[in-house]
């Protein structure tokens, strides 16, 4: 019976631990998955997307970069600066409890309950990707740096 409880605990606990992916969108809050921009200069803008994989984070950053490019009547983008930061959030999930209790009247008896979270599957791990970029219009300099807004919209999922 013990036992029965122990792994339906285990497997409850994983249960919650798993942190699933967002769709594309805005960030609602600065430690949530999604997008948020910050403009520095008329032409300049920080770009920042949280995803729970570098690759997803990278890939959105993009797309988002495009999208303020081409809100603000740019053609293509300058990556003039770029981080990424990995977050654990909340750091190590496993935990073990002990309780009791016991009563006295008509009838005597004793409780006693263990419990153990193991975080099993997922992660709440989250990545950034923050982009400094510059917008133009015209002709596209040269340049690995430089992107057409338009081409990274088709070539990226939203």
Do not use: H
């Amino acid at each position: 019976m013990i036992r029965s409880i122990l792994i339906a605990g285990l497997l409850a606990s994983g249960a919650v631990a798993c942190t699933t992916a967002k769709p594309y969108g805005p960030a609602s809050s600065p430690s949530s998955q999604g997008f948020s921009v910050q403009p520095i200069e008329s032409n300049r803008y920080r770009v920042s997307y949280t995803a729970l994989s570098p690759e997803q984070a990278r890939q959105y950053a993009l797309r988002r970069a495009a999208e303020v490019t081409l809100e603000n009547g740019g053609d293509w983008f300058r990556v003039v600066r770029g981080y990424t930061d990995a977050s654990r959030a909340g750091g190590s999930r496993s935990s073990v409890s002990v309780g009791g209790s016991s009563s006295t009247g008509t009838y005597s008896g004793v409780g006693v309950g263990v419990g153990i979270g193991i975080p099993i599957g997922g992660s709440s791990e989250k990545v950034t990707e923050s982009l400094e970029i510059i917008s133009g219009s015209g002709t596209r300099p040269e340049g690995a740096d430089v992107y057409d807004a338009n081409s990274v919209l088709i070539n990226t999922a939203g």
